[in-house]
């Protein structure tokens, strides 16, 4: 069974707290998942600029890249089946959520639908 781990955050200066599956460099993340699933967070020792891509992910999330110190770097929609989708400059940790009814206020906050 994966790892879970608390992520918080703060955003618009209010707090978020998620509870996502840890993943490595090597995971799938939200590919291959339903609808349903529960949000993934990868983090990396050292900043990356290492691109994302949804080609076997049949939902949309939110990826959300951040510093090595929490902070946020970007927050993008990513829709099905995209190809590339990367951050404006090299961040230490990705938070992908899944737009699902679970994570809607999340979503909402970053306006998102």
Known sequence: ??????VSFVF???RIEVTARECGFFSFGLMFRTKKTEPCVFEFGEPTNFRISSLFVGFPF???WFDEKNKIIDAKKVEPFTLSVSPRRKYHTLLEIPINQKYSKIVQNF???
């Open 111 to 113: 306006g998102f639908q």
């Open 12 to 14: 618009d200066k209010e």
């Open 62 to 64: 939110v990826a959300i």
């Open 1 to 6: 069974m994966a790892k879970r781990k608390k």
